[in-house]
């Protein structure tokens, strides 16, 4: 795992490791690193060569104390600037694992999952460490439709693939709540939600039916 940043922003957990890059569980082999480190013909969206690592100046960790919330209790991560509609906002990271048994039972009721490459079957989970992505709210109960997304990303300064945090482009269907086709953005502290999929939702409601 990696190792603790000596600056983590604001509001993060005592007890879980910030990340500034993404960090590698032992069992990764060398073919699934392989996989990642080839970039498709038509990933178009990159990572400046620029971005600073460590706590990004565009977001916020804030703890959520709406009772109508979902999170309430919880937290969630608002935007500390005006956000322009289709900016990338931060990259993604967690512990980089595989997601073929027997590795991933260890990671199975995770909600911080998401996948890399599934035909190589390496996915990055921000269940354990992380950065500030992991805080990124779904939109439902929060507002009417998401203002951000996931999306797959090429990172030039690690030379591979990623996940990172998008703010939806201008005049996507999921529009932000209250911004006409020709506007969109993200306001400076509105909360940043995607949407988390069906498959998400699906899966919680199977482990809810198990436990009652």
């Not at 971005?51 to 937290?75: D, E, F, Y």
């Not at 939109?139 to 030039?156: I, L, M, Q, S, T």
Request: aromatic share 8%.
């Amino acid at each position: 795992m990696g190792k603790q940043g000596a600056v983590v922003p604001a509001n993060w957990p005592s007890n879980l490791p910030y990340l500034s890059q993404p960090s590698y569980a032992s069992h990764v082999s060398k073919a699934q690193i392989m996989a990642l480190r080839a970039r498709p013909a038509d990933l178009a969206d990159e990572v400046p060569t620029n971005l600073p690592k460590g706590p990004s100046t565009l977001v916020k960790i804030t703890p959520i104390t709406i009772s109508t919330h979902p999170a309430n209790g919880q937290a969630g991560l608002f935007a500390a600037r005006a956000l322009p509609a289709g900016s990338l906002i931060l990259p993604y990271y967690g512990i980089v694992h595989s997601a073929a048994p027997p590795h991933s039972l260890e990671h199975e009721k995770s909600d911080y999952d998401l996948w890399l490459d599934r035909e190589a079957e390496v996915a990055v989970d921000a269940d354990k460490a992380g950065n500030e992505a992991r805080f990124v709210n779904d939109y439902r109960g929060v507002r009417d439709k998401p203002n951000a997304e996931f999306r797959e990303v090429w990172d030039p300064r690690l030379g591979q693939k990623g996940m990172a945090v998008f703010v939806l482009p201008t005049g996507k269907s999921a529009a932000a709540k209250g911004k006409g086709k020709g506007e969109g953005g993200i306001a400076k502290g509105e909360e940043i939600c995607v949407s988390y999929g069906k498959g998400f939702w699906g899966k919680r409601k199977a482990e809810e039916e198990e436990v009652y």
